[in-house]
Each structure stands twice: as C-alpha cells, then as structure tokens.
C-alpha cells in the first residue's frame, strides 16, 4: 500500500513509460460513412474478414465502434512500422477490459512481430465524433528496472 499522496505520485512517475520504453507510434482516422456502407455491401462476408466474432460482439452492429477498431488495428500496425498485407486485421483484436477500455491482443503474425520488437505492452485510446473514428497505439516493452507494473496481454491462441 502506497503511504502518502506524494509517494503514489512517485510510484506513478516511476512505472510511466520513457521514451525509452516506447517501440512505436501509431494513429489512425476513418469515415465512420466508409465503414458503415462497406458493411451494408459486403454485410458478414466483409465483417469476418476485418473483425473478430469478440470484437464484432462488442461493437453491436455500431459503425462507429467497427471504425474506432479498425483505427486501433491500423494504429498497431503503424506501431509496428507494418502494415496490411504484412498483418491480417484479424491478427489483432482490440476488445474492452473489465472497465470497459480498450485493450489490445495480437496473434499469429502480429504476435510474431511485435515479440521480434519485444513489445509487451500496449496504451491506446480510441474515439468517434459525428463521421470520424480515431485512435493511437503506443507500443512499449518493459523498463529493466522495473519488478511491477501493469503488462497488457498482447497474444491470443489462433483462430484455426
């Protein structure tokens, strides 16, 4: 348990990331309209092909959350420095932590690149306003000196 006000400060600055700790940077913004006509053209077909059963659950049929996702799967890939064609969108699954928050799981070759890179730890935010959705991935691995410390699960088993 931390003591003081200015001991959970200290213990806050102490596990923030460093530039040091930070692989990569990524962001990305898509038409909310784009997404919502791709899927009323390619309906299920198209869905499977871009997100996961998980994430096409969370998102309840919202174009706007399907947005916001493909931003978060196209942040990482630039956070990755890789893009579409090197990742299959489904190797990266953006669902909501137990506090409703995004988090990010990676697969297959996602998983692959990013263990090559030693990321353990992702930070990403998304959102959507009126036709646009946003979002921005940092990709970090773990400062050496640090024994605690929040790491994101960053792999899920295949989808075979």
């Known amino acids: 348990m931390i003591a003081s006000p200015q001991a959970a400060l200290n213990h806050a ?10 692989v990569g940077i990524g ?9 919502r006509s791709a899927v009323q053209s390619g309906g299920q077909a198209f869905l499977d092909l871009i997100w996961t059963d998980t994430e096409q659950d969370e998102a309840a049929g919202s174009a706007e ?7 978060a799967k196209e942040a990482v890939m630039k956070a990755l420095n890789h893009g579409i064609g090197e990742v299959d969108p489904l190797d990266i699954e953006i669902r909501k932590n137990h506090e409703g928050g995004p988090i990010v799981f990676l697969r297959k070759s996602a998983a692959s690149i990013a263990e090559s ?3 353990h730890a992702w930070h990403i935010s998304m959102s959507h306003e009126q036709d646009w959705a946003v979002a921005v991935a940092t990709a ?7 024994s605690s ?6 792999e899920l088993p295949s989808h075979e």
């Open 13 to 22: 600055a102490a596990m923030a990331p460093t530039a040091a700790d930070t």
């Open 65 to 71: 959350r399907l947005a916001s996702r493909w931003a």
């Open 149 to 154: 410390g929040t790491i994101q699960p960053t």
């Open 140 to 146: 970090c691995r773990p400062h050496p000196d640090r």
């Open 27 to 35: 962001i990305d913004l898509v038409s909310t309209d784009l997404v």
């Open 117 to 119: 890179k030693k990321v």
